[in-house]
């Protein structure tokens, strides 16, 4: 029987110090600017989602800029969108040409981010949807087993990627396994049930090829299964559950509270509903008191920029806490 890894105690140590760090959700529903779950929710055909390739030109993106914000601010690793639930990767996969590198902007934003985080001692951190709406083996795998087994393999090949390909990570971030959900039951196009991952050698090969990564899947389920380092809270603080969907068990060991500034994780130009940065202070010493890092969310927008109330907040928090230190 395979005994699991978990992260190493090196690197638990400079996650556990590190506090804080920046989420970043930043894809092809930017550019509609409705959500990043907008395709399920117009249920929207792959055929007409895929119109969005070639209008992705991200004109100002610049991975220094972002880096420079998430120093001033306090941040010590970026946590980005790889693949939504969409199923749009925004680095250069070689296992689907559904990709950011296909697309006007032609680039590789995760590349550069990660060179931008080298050369600043940051770290980057890979978000990895395990839901993928795109891909044919996803939304038909009911029709054979074959299938499903080819979307997790594309899956883990794709983990594989992101943990060889661009240095050091600070944490690879799963989401979207909601074995008990709402959607898991009544949507079956749409999503898996639970537990079909292969959540053992998804977890082992993270461990094995980035040994100082940690490992957090926000299925909010207690006990922790083995291979995963952090316990996360979505819009919460530990234990308090005033989002309604986190868990009120909060365990010994590292813990992680992502956070939006206003009421959405992508660009929606119609959400001004911003908390103030004192309100995010609080937060964010809330949550260190409580042993969580605090992870806080911008949603930049399509041609790459961080809206500038954001970056507002993010240099006011970042001026407050170097003072209080």
Request: charged share 25%; proline share 5%.
């Amino acid at each position: 029987m395979m005994t699991a890894r978990q992260v190493s105690p090196e690197g638990l140590a400079w996650y556990r110090d590190a506090k804080f760090g920046m989420f970043v959700h930043w894809g092809l529903y930017a550019l509609h600017g409705q959500g990043e779950w907008n395709m399920f929710e117009a249920r929207t055909s792959v055929e007409d989602y895929e119109q969005l390739v070639g209008r992705f030109e991200a004109a100002h993106f610049d991975a220094d800029t972002w880096a420079d914000l998430a120093q001033a601010a306090g941040q010590r690793y970026i946590t980005v969108t790889t693949r939504h639930h969409d199923g749009f990767s925004m680095y250069d996969t070689a296992l689907s040409d559904y990709k950011v590198t296909n697309t006007p902007f032609g680039r590789d934003p995760i590349a550069e981010l990660a060179e931008a985080c080298a050369k600043r001692d940051m770290k980057l951190g890979a978000y990895v949807s395990l839901v993928d709406w795109h891909h044919p083996a996803f939304r038909f795998r009911h029709e054979s087993k074959l299938a499903w087994d080819d979307y997790v393999g594309f899956l883990h090949g794709q983990v594989e990627e992101l943990c060889t390909q661009y240095g050091d990570l600070a944490q690879v971030w799963f989401d979207g396994d909601w074995p008990r959900s709402r959607w898991a039951r009544d949507q079956a196009d749409w999503f898996a049930p639970g537990g079909e991952f292969g959540y053992t050698e998804l977890y082992d090969m993270v461990h094995r090829l980035q040994p100082d990564a940690v490992v957090l899947n926000n299925r909010k389920s207690v006990p922790l299964p083995p291979g995963e380092d952090v316990q996360g809270f979505e819009n919460d603080l530990p234990g308090e559950n005033t989002a309604g969907f986190n868990t009120t068990t909060v365990l010994d060991g590292p813990k992680e509270t992502c956070l939006t500034m206003n009421k959405t994780w992508c660009y929606v130009p119609t959400d001004h509903a911003y908390r103030t940065a004192e309100e995010l202070l609080a937060i964010i010493e809330r949550a260190w008191a409580s042993g969580s890092n605090l992870l806080l969310n911008v949603g930049p927008k399509p041609d790459g920029t961080i809206p500038w109330a954001e970056q507002q907040l993010l240099r006011t928090i970042g001026v407050r806490l170097k003072g209080a230190r």
